[in-house]
């Protein structure tokens, strides 16, 4: 049975017109014998679809029967009285389409309302077919929403949910990841199989998608499965190999998993065995207890509790007992207290009753929760508090909002916070799924994070942990275009930096170049190696100073205030044209064909590069080896110091010693004298002889790779 919440009802009513429609056992009999359909045995195997408005059931298969039993009860909500009620009778065929045996249709303003009455119709289909057999049916149509069931109905009392989906008690939430399989047990004649695999618990299923011709599937997905209080506590997963063409899909392994041993909002990483070496399977499973009937108050950690929790986590993760630690114990960076306290005006969801039925998702690293559901609510109210622990301090807590509903999640919006500044009171405003708009509605969270430094810093210094659900992001134009000018604004940098050594170069300003002069021979002739890492630290810490103190920053002193106006006007040209799918197309082409050149400037002097080596151009190849020569005499006589100051200064003082000198690049000279492997092929001489010796060798070629 599919029980309504009576206060759904209530709240409908409260906005149209609403009735409460039962169909009572016997849901569906049958009058007269209906007509086979499987003509090896002269049986059906009948079922019922029933369709009031957009709501729809279906009854339990029972197979090889003429005079189907279903004493099935089923109930709906209704807004009015000129809805159709549809009953139609289906054939079960495995691995094919259903057939139609015959259906019913009338008005619900047909049947009386307020009286249970039973009706027996004859079944009718398209072309008028006659003795299709019958269905027998009660039926009762109430506008008070506080009826009790007929005398001749069970007496056993369903429990009140305060979900309408839900039948039974609602106790958890069972989140499997089902990242990857390896070694699996090859199913086709090529030695590879196409895997999926199947989740079952109690009565509830669900199926990952197929991935072809592999034997170390990567699924990366991620399934809910909802705890009643009285379901199966056996979870059954299954590895199965598609077939097509209808034919039964072929068993790889399976193995059994009790749920019963995960504690609550704890994360499980489990590399599970398949039965009969069918191979290994890597899921991962968390499991968020709800209590739906307390969700305001009981989740809400006591003020004495959280003092007390406080000072454990703080003794534990004392940096003054650095020396204590063990260096197994580095994993255990420290511990993240989150506090959901509330949303508002969130969007409403469920635009026939105006409201949502929010809840989130908490997510740190691999670890996710979530909230209980609350019903018919844009101001939802959880006070729910979770703690994570933190093996990387770098990581981010992903908070994300979702409508419920009966086969899916509406997204509602979501926010990204790195734990780092986890410290203090959020209130933040809603963003959309890719974290780049601002959505509908904010969030209200407390966040506290206790770490120890010393082990963070060794973490920082150690791989991260693998993000097992990310997954490689799909060729998309606007991707594309963000990322060339990601790339753009960064060569934005290096050809600012370039135009103001350019300036030096040139001596625009005779004061800046004399300057630079000094500074350059006050560097070579007193450079230490310690300097570099002393240099880098000066930036740093200069930037530092720059954006708390109000100092002027490295990027505004080398940014040219010609390229910031030329990038300023570009963008606002971006942002407010809308441009056509042409202009569209022209733009992706024209980043498509500076990517394309820039690929071969580096193919081409890479492999000139290499062609110095190996004396492609052998007049080329001696000179190099000449000059490489002369430059290991020179150096070993001579201190590299010098030779530096030396070239250094001859190149800054050229333009003052004669302004019409014209910049040389003696090795980008050399380089482009050289051919690419491109340009030797282009250059190759082909000769009878050579032709039909190359045709010989790729004949043999194709027929050792086709035996």
């Not at 199965?240 to 041993?261: Q, T």
Request: hydrophobic share 40%.
């Amino acid at each position: 049975m599919l029980q309504m919440s009576h206060e759904l009802c209530y709240l409908l009513m409260s906005h149209k017109l609403c009735s409460f429609l039962e169909l009572l056992p016997p849901l569906l009999g049958v009058g007269s014998p209906m007509p086979w359909s499987n003509a090896a045995d002269r049986l059906s195997d009948p079922y019922c679809k029933i369709k009031v408005g957009l709501q729809r059931a279906r009854t339990k298969v029972c197979p090889k029967n003429l005079n189907p039993l279903w004493e099935e009860k089923f109930s709906f909500v209704v807004e009015t009285l000129d809805e159709t009620i549809r009953f139609k009778v289906m054939d079960y065929d495995r691995g094919f389409r259903d057939d139609l045996i015959g259906y019913y249709e009338m008005k619900l303003s047909f049947f009386p309302l307020d009286d249970y009455q039973t009706f027996a119709e004859e079944l009718t289909d398209d072309s008028g077919t006659e003795d299709l057999g019958s269905i027998k049916f009660s039926i009762h149509i109430s506008s008070d929403l506080s009826h009790t069931p007929p005398p001749d109905m069970d007496e056993r009392e369903v429990p009140r949910s305060t979900s309408p989906f839900q039948e039974k008690h609602l106790t958890g939430i069972l989140s499997i990841t089902l990242v990857e399989a390896s070694n699996l047990r090859p199913m086709n004649k090529d030695g590879s199989s196409d895997p999926y695999c199947k989740f079952k618990l109690g009565h509830q299923k669900h199926k990952s998608k197929v991935l072809r011709r592999t034997l170390d599937p990567v699924w990366k997905e991620r399934f809910e499965i909802r705890v009643y209080s009285d379901s199966s506590s056996i979870l059954e997963i299954s590895v199965y190999d598609y077939e097509e063409f209808g034919f039964s899909d072929n068993f790889i392994g399976s193995i059994e998993v009790d749920i019963v041993e995960f504690e609550e909002s704890k994360t499980y990483k489990k590399e599970l065995e398949l039965e009969k070496n069918g191979g290994r399977l890597v899921c991962i499973f968390n499991l968020s207890r709800i209590d739906e009937s307390s969700a305001d108050s009981s989740c809400e950690i006591s003020p004495d509790d959280l003092i007390d929790i406080r000072k454990t986590y703080a003794m534990s993760y004392n940096p003054l007992n650095y020396l204590t630690y063990k260096w197994e114990d580095v994993e255990d960076v420290g511990v993240l207290i989150v506090k959901i306290i509330k949303c508002i005006d969130l969007p409403e969801a469920d635009t026939i009753i105006g409201s949502s039925d929010p809840f989130c998702f908490i997510e740190v690293e691999n670890t996710r929760v979530r909230t209980p559901t609350l019903y018919k609510t844009q101001d939802p109210v959880w006070n729910k508090q979770f703690k994570f622990n933190i093996k990387d301090i770098h990581s981010t807590l992903n908070i994300r909002v979702f409508d419920e509903e009966k086969n899916k999640y509406n997204f509602l919006g979501c926010v990204k916070l790195p734990i780092l500044e986890a410290h203090t009171i959020h209130r933040c405003l809603l963003k959309d799924r890719k974290l780049e708009r601002v959505g509908f509605g904010e969030i209200f969270l407390e966040t506290e994070l206790i770490y120890n430094p010393l082990r963070a810093a060794i973490k920082t210094l150690l791989p991260a942990e693998e993000n097992l659900l990310y997954e490689e992001p799909k060729f998309k134009r606007n991707l594309f275009m963000q990322n060339f000018k990601r790339v753009y604004a960064l060569s934005t940098v290096v050809l600012s930096l370039g135009l103001w050594a350019q300036r030096i170069y040139n001596w625009e300003n005779k004061a800046k170049s004399a300057i630079a002069l000094l500074l350059y021979i006050l560097v070579v002739v007193s450079f230490e190696l310690y300097m570099v890492p002393m240099f880098a630290a000066f930036v740093i810490i200069y930037e530092f100073l720059a954006r708390w103190v109000g100092f002027k920053s490295f990027e505004t002193w080398i940014m040219n205030a010609d390229l910031q106006e030329q990038v300023s006007k570009e963008d606002e040209i971006e942002d407010g044209e809308d441009f056509s799918l042409t202009a569209k197309m022209k733009m992706v082409m024209g980043v498509c064909q500076t990517v394309q050149n820039s690929l071969d400037l580096v193919a081409s002097y890479c492999e000139r590069i290499k062609n110095v080596f190996n004396w492609t151009i052998p007049f080329l190849s001696f000179m190099a080896a000449s000059v490489l020569i002369s430059g290991t005499v020179i150096l070993y006589f001579l201190p590299l110091r010098w030779l530096v100051l030396a070239w250094g200064i001859n190149k800054l003082t050229v333009k003052l010693r004669n302004p019409e000198y014209e910049e040389n690049q003696e090795l980008l000279n050399f380089l482009c004298r050289l051919p690419s492997d491109v340009e030797l092929n282009q250059m190759r001489v082909i000769t009878k002889e050579s032709s039909k010796r190359g045709a010989a060798i790729n004949k043999a070629v194709k027929s050792r790779w086709h035996k």
